[in-house]
């Protein structure tokens, strides 16, 4: 498949990379080896992003520079290429561009269920991560071409979306494709989880502890909750982003099998689900109140207010535990 992939890339001179909204590590590292890889190979690319870059994530961009979509920019494009996300809505502002001036446009993502509307897709579900899958970009067509930068972008996007290699998503391919990276980038791994992991202000670390204190467990102490308000962020002088990780924390309780993070910041609530069970699907928790994303780590908005938000996800979880229950 990534070989038609290489073909039709191969037949643009300017490409549009796009990266998903409310951007992470996978989708990021994902995107400026896709740049590096296209201007290897002779084409010129953009990388684009709606929004701000993460702050434990803005190394990667003196890798490549991503710049927020404008017109004068699209417009020079002959094509794109979105990464991470199995809708054009993942992508903010691109949806709207592409109705206006449709171009052909390329996905490769690890999400189920994606939605058509794309020239060529690349869907695999069972990959841990779409950096996984842009290796193969460099595999299929010169492996040679995969520089310690491009290297250091994919293994950043692997060692995010799978928790560090623990998730049960790490398959052995997913770990001899890391062994290359390490190998052929010329690298160790606390290079990148140093810049990743080992940035956090102490106002962070301020927020973290007023979270943890919001921590329930719920349906016999098989759900763990969380929140974090915007009085919260007020008081410790921090942002959405210094939320990233937190819901690790709820779902490191003993015996839980899924957590959910709420994040109350003003219009509505965000939150982020996570599963340890094989038998728990946050995935459809997520699509019952138009959210989605993988079995073990979804995300939805609810237009809240907190408390009935917290009382429905949780509803819809019992429901699913009593499912398990009786099968």
Request: net charge negative.
């Amino acid at each position: 498949m990534f070989e038609e992939l290489v073909s039709k890339l191969k037949e643009h001179r300017t490409v549009g990379v796009y990266s998903h909204i409310r951007p992470d590590g996978d989708c990021i590292g994902a995107q400026v080896a896709a740049c590096r890889w296209l201007e290897k190979n002779g084409i010129r690319a953009f990388a684009f992003n709606d929004d701000q870059i993460p702050l434990n994530l803005q190394w990667l961009t003196d890798f490549y520079t991503i710049e927020e979509p404008r017109e004068e920019t699209l417009k020079q494009c002959d094509a794109f290429l979105l990464l991470d996300g199995n809708s054009p809505t993942r992508f903010g502002s691109y949806a709207e561009y592409m109705e206006d001036d449709p171009k052909p446009s390329y996905m490769v993502d690890h999400h189920p269920d994606p939605q058509d509307g794309f020239d060529m897709t690349i869907s695999v579900e069972e990959a841990s991560s779409t950096c996984e899958l842009i290796f193969h970009l460099f595999l299929q067509n010169d492996i040679k071409q995969l520089d310690s930068k491009s290297a250091k972008a994919l293994y950043t996007g692997i060692l995010t979306d799978t928790g560090s290699l623990q998730y049960d998503s790490v398959t052995p391919e997913t770990m001899n494709i890391a062994s290359e990276l390490l190998r052929i980038g010329e690298f160790r791994p606390n290079v990148v989880a140093e810049k990743v992991f080992s940035n956090k202000r102490l106002n962070q670390l301020h927020l973290l502890s007023r979270a943890m204190s919001t921590i329930k467990l719920h349906e016999d102490n098989q759900i763990a909750t969380m929140y974090v308000t915007s009085e919260m962020l007020e008081e410790t002088d921090t942002t959405n982003d210094d939320c990233e990780g937190f819901v690790a924390y709820p779902l490191s309780v003993a015996g839980i099998k899924a957590a959910i993070l709420f994040k109350d910041l003003g219009e509505g609530v965000k939150m982020s689900l996570r599963s340890k069970s094989n038998e728990v699907d946050v995935n459809k928790w997520a699509r019952e109140i138009g959210g989605g994303g993988h079995k073990k780590a979804s995300g939805a908005w609810h237009p809240g207010p907190l408390e009935e938000t917290i009382k429905e996800v949780v509803g819809i979880g019992s429901k699913q535990l009593a499912e398990i229950d009786k099968s």
